[in-house]
């Protein structure tokens, strides 16, 4: 079935610093979806990417889509204190409208 | 705009009892999920469901049960509790429509301990 490997699990990083991680599937997606998970609540949307190659930006994170389909990356620049969180990257289960499915999450600490 | 709310937040319960989740969202969403979440496995569905009385089962569908008899409300009940399903638990919703149905809302979640 339909697999998302996210990198790092974790990651520990001073305040300032930029962050970069990745998602990889061996399934094609169509869509690449990041969510955040601030502690203590549910999961929020960040960034939907859906065409191959595609760079997109929300503040200061930047997501894209792999050209190969099979992967995204997700950069945050300049971290600050409330980046703090688990993050998830998600895509559509094959031919099951509306059902996604998700990575394991990278958790991001940072140290002021 | 209440969004979509769970109760309770917190539950402790014993091993083979009945527990009931709930989940109640004011967008009219069609679709309506839920998750859980485990160290090391991220986000699992459990159960998801399109409209009022269509559910179907996800990824670790085993000892659970929902029900949809209103748009609105989207119950989960562990039929008997046991301790692997200590876990934090999530209900999502999203609206159909191209670019739209893969934004999934969450809520705020439930963690449940079975002892």
């Known amino acids: 079935g339909q697999q998302l490997n996210q990198s790092p699990q974790s990651m520990f990083i001073q305040e300032g610093e930029d962050v970069s991680m990745n998602c990889t599937s061996s399934s094609i997606f169509n869509t690449w979806l990041w969510y955040k998970q601030d502690p203590g609540e549910g999961p929020v949307l960040l960034i939907a990417?859906?065409?191959?190659?595609e760079l997109t930006s929300n503040g200061r994170l930047t997501a894209q889509f792999g050209t190969t389909r099979k992967d995204s990356f997700l950069n945050i620049s300049a971290s600050i204190p409330s980046d703090v969180g688990i993050y998830f990257c998600?895509?559509?289960?094959?031919?099951?409208?509306?059902?996604?499915?998700f990575g394991q999450g990278t958790e991001l600490s940072v140290k002021p | 705009d209440a969004g979509i709310t769970q109760s309770p937040r917190y539950k402790i319960t014993e091993t083979g009892r009945q527990v009931t989740l709930m989940c109640h969202q004011t967008w009219s969403h069609s679709y309506m999920f839920w998750y859980r979440q485990d160290l090391g496995h991220g986000l699992r569905l459990i159960y998801y469901?399109?409209?009022?009385?269509?559910?179907d089962k996800g990824e670790v569908p085993d000892g659970y049960v929902v029900s949809r008899s209103k748009t609105e409300n989207f119950p989960l009940t562990l039929e008997s509790a046991t301790r692997s399903q200590t876990s934090v638990y999530f209900c999502?919703?999203?609206?159909?429509?191209?670019?739209?149905?893969?934004?999934?809302?969450f809520g705020s979640g439930t963690q449940l301990s079975v002892l």
């Open positions: 990417l859906y065409k191959a190659g």
């Open positions: 469901s399109a409209a009022a009385d269509i559910t």
């Open positions: 998600a895509g559509p289960i094959y031919n099951q409208g509306g059902k996604l499915i």
């Open positions: 999502a919703s999203s609206r159909p429509g191209q670019g739209q149905n893969e934004k999934l809302f």
